[in-house]
């Protein structure tokens, strides 16, 4: 007799209530903003794993973007309500929420978290039911008196928060938004994406990089947080101790033009590659060599995860979140944030000790597979879903037997 398989965390299969009459839960996602990031990255992921033949998925983005129409072409209705004042928006969303007679609606990142709660609160106060309230909280973003206290004042309203971090956990206590459930539920990353991928190889030709050069990678928004200057800072010491190494910067945002500046004046700009939005990430990340993210803050670091799932050495600031996903020296290197030195020092190491780099690409690998992987991620948000169905409409939601 064959011994048996080891247990594997991500393929356990959740016994889920029963429905009445064959109606799916209908579950309304609500995005801040529809252009580019880890949020709309964790949405993407989200819905399109989940058990349509179970819920019935719609999506309201608060403005345009690539993100809105990359839902769109894979083809999810998604409803863009472009409206800059928040009250217009609410009534927007609460007649949508009205019309598709929502179960349960899901709120990513601030301006999503305050007009979906508002749009929920408004349909209870004309008479309407009001769908169970999930808002997941993505950011580190530390916000203003202002904003803190709006969130406290209409956190009571909402059924649950999850936090994808420990650090976002304490993050809300401070916010003093602990007086609603909080679940922690980690970003996870699609395998089937992120596993058996071939690498991108027409990069050196893209961008004029010399045939055999090392390729060091950051994939992330040019946007403060995420600590490019630190990490260009760093590459002039880099490029002494290994010259045919390129920088690859993948990303859109605000600070480009500041960031191409910044490469200019440290005269690396010849070995520094900006590459704009790819929509080959999984491809371009195959084919790096080292995958740095050098963040201020983070509240979790998906592109990390997935470069680990690629099983390529990270270095990354052991800051919020990241720390939970790298055992420094085991899993990955952590270092400092704001320590060029510190970022040099450790890429280079990656470089130029291939055995090293090796044995934490393997271990980094291992640990995605096992804490990391989509299934489990969508497994205990469609739990949330479950247990809001049931809630509001008990008598079509049975509890799962046992």
Same mark, same amino acid.
């Given at each position: 007799?064959?011994?048996?398989?080891?247990?594997?965390?991500?393929?356990?299969?959740?016994?889920?209530?029963?429905?009445?009459?064959?109606?799916?839960?209908?579950?309304?996602?609500?995005?801040?903003?529809?252009?580019?990031?880890?949020?709309?990255?964790?949405?993407?992921?989200?819905?399109?794993?989940?058990?349509?033949?179970?819920?019935?998925?719609?999506?309201?983005?608060?403005?345009?973007?690539?993100?809105?129409?990359?839902?769109?072409?894979?083809?999810?209705? *998604?409803?863009?309500?472009?409206?800059?004042?928040?009250?217009?928006? *609410?009534?927007?969303?609460?007649?949508?929420?009205?019309?598709?007679?929502?179960?349960?609606?899901?709120?990513?990142?601030?301006?999503?978290?305050?007009?979906?709660?508002?749009?929920?609160?408004?349909?209870?106060?004309?008479?309407?039911?009001?769908?169970?309230?999930?808002?997941?909280?993505?950011?580190?973003?530390?916000?203003?008196?202002?904003?803190?206290?709006?969130?406290?004042?209409?956190?009571?309203?909402?059924?649950?928060?999850?936090?994808?971090?420990?650090?976002?956990?304490?993050?809300?206590?401070?916010?003093?938004?602990?007086?609603?459930?909080?679940?922690?539920?980690?970003?996870?990353?699609?395998?089937?994406?992120?596993?058996?991928?071939?690498?991108?190889?027409?990069?050196?030709?893209?961008?004029?990089?010399?045939?055999?050069?090392?390729?060091?990678?950051?994939?992330?928004?040019?946007?403060?947080?995420?600590?490019?200057?630190?990490?260009?800072?760093?590459?002039?010491?880099?490029?002494?101790?290994?010259?045919?190494?390129?920088?690859?910067?993948? =990303?859109?945002?605000?600070?480009?033009?500041?960031?191409?500046?910044?490469?200019?004046?440290?005269?690396?700009?010849?070995?520094?590659?900006?590459?704009?939005?790819?929509?080959?990430?999984?491809?371009?990340?195959?084919?790096?060599?080292?995958?740095?993210?050098?963040?201020?803050?983070?509240?979790?670091?998906?592109?990390?995860?997935?470069?680990?799932?690629?099983?390529?050495?990270?270095?990354?600031?052991?800051?919020? =979140?990241?720390?939970?996903?790298?055992?420094?020296?085991?899993?990955?290197?952590?270092?400092?944030?704001?320590?060029?030195?510190?970022?040099?020092?450790?890429?280079?190491?990656?470089?130029?000790?291939?055995?090293?780099?090796?044995?934490?690409?393997?271990?980094?690998?291992?640990?995605?597979?096992?804490?990391?992987?989509?299934?489990?991620?969508?497994?205990?948000?469609?739990?949330?879903?479950?247990?809001?169905?049931?809630?509001?409409?008990?008598?079509?939601?049975?509890?799962?037997? =046992?």
């Amino acid at each position: 007799m064959s011994a048996p398989s080891p247990f594997d965390p991500c393929l356990e299969i959740v016994e889920r209530p029963t429905l009445a009459g064959g109606r799916r839960i209908r579950v309304v996602q609500v995005l801040a903003t529809g252009t580019n990031g880890g949020a709309q990255e964790h949405l993407y992921s989200l819905v399109t794993r989940m058990d349509h033949s179970r819920y019935d998925v719609s999506i309201v983005s608060l403005s345009p973007g690539s993100a809105a129409r990359k839902l769109q072409k894979a083809g999810f209705d *998604v409803l863009v309500i472009d409206e800059p004042d928040d009250a217009i928006a *609410v009534g927007a969303l609460a007649a949508h929420l009205s019309e598709v007679r929502a179960d349960v609606i899901h709120n990513h990142m601030f301006r999503a978290e305050t007009v979906g709660t508002r749009a929920a609160m408004a349909l209870a106060e004309i008479g309407h039911r009001r769908p169970y309230v999930v808002s997941t909280v993505h950011s580190s973003r530390i916000r203003s008196e202002e904003d803190r206290r709006h969130l406290r004042d209409l956190t009571p309203d909402m059924d649950q928060l999850i936090a994808v971090s420990r650090a976002i956990e304490h993050k809300l206590c401070d916010e003093e938004r602990i007086q609603t459930p909080v679940r922690l539920i980690y970003n996870g990353v699609d395998l089937s994406r992120y596993d058996h991928q071939e690498a991108c190889c027409t990069l050196p030709t893209e961008y004029g990089m010399e045939p055999g050069s090392q390729i060091v990678g950051v994939i992330a928004r040019l946007e403060p947080e995420k600590g490019h200057p630190t990490l260009l800072d760093a590459w002039p010491q880099v490029l002494r101790a290994v010259p045919d190494a390129y920088l690859l910067i993948v =990303g859109e945002g605000s600070r480009r033009e500041a960031l191409e500046r910044q490469a200019r004046e440290l005269r690396i700009a010849h070995r520094v590659v900006f590459t704009g939005r790819r929509d080959d990430v999984p491809a371009v990340t195959a084919a790096l060599d080292v995958a740095v993210l050098p963040s201020y803050r983070e509240a979790q670091g998906l592109s990390i995860l997935e470069a680990m799932a690629l099983s390529r050495p990270v270095v990354a600031s052991n800051v919020g =979140g990241i720390p939970e996903m790298i055992t420094d020296g085991v899993t990955g290197v952590l270092v400092p944030p704001h320590d060029a030195g510190a970022l040099a020092d450790a890429i280079t190491r990656l470089l130029r000790d291939h055995p090293y780099a090796d044995t934490l690409a393997r271990a980094g690998h291992d640990l995605v597979h096992d804490r990391f992987c989509i299934e489990l991620m969508v497994s205990a948000v469609q739990t949330i879903y479950d247990e809001g169905a049931r809630s509001v409409r008990p008598s079509e939601v049975a509890a799962a037997a =046992g």
